[in-house]
Nanobody, 113 residues
Framework: QVQLVESGGGLVQAGESRRLSCTLSGGIFSISPMGWYRQVPGNQRELVARITGDGKTEYADSVKGRFTISRDNAKLTVYLQMNSARPEDTAVYYC???????WGRGTQVTVSS
């Protein structure tokens, strides 16, 4: 059974950085496109960033130039480097494997002004 476990969330001061991690177990990581999504209560879950198995990336306009998605296939882990955090980045951040259509349980990021 494929499992995704996120970590790295917490309280961040506006303007500072945070790195989120998501590790996959029970599946083949290297060929799976992976995505980071976020959700605020009352809103739909939205794509933040996505990376293909061969490293092609895409970003939501709201995070371009501030966030970077990367992956380490040897560690079965995808990362989201969040720089210049803003209060509007506050959300629960979820990891997703497109290959397995699986989600992690999420990690809360709160950016204080």
């Amino acid at each position: 059974q494929v499992q995704l476990v996120e970590s790295g969330g917490g309280l961040v001061q506006a303007g500072e950085s945070r790195r989120l991690s998501c590790t996959l177990s029970g599946g083949i990581f290297s060929i799976s496109p992976m995505g980071w999504y976020r959700q605020v209560p009352g809103n739909q879950r939205e794509l933040v960033a996505r990376i293909t198995g061969d490293g092609k990336t895409e970003y939501a306009d709201s995070v371009k130039g501030r966030f970077t998605i990367s992956r380490d296939n040897a560690k079965l882990t995808v990362y989201l480097q969040m720089n210049s955090a803003r209060p509007e980045d506050t959300a629960v951040y979820y990891c997703r494997s497109d290959l397995y259509a699986s989600w992690g349980r999420g990690t809360q990021v709160t950016v204080s002004s």
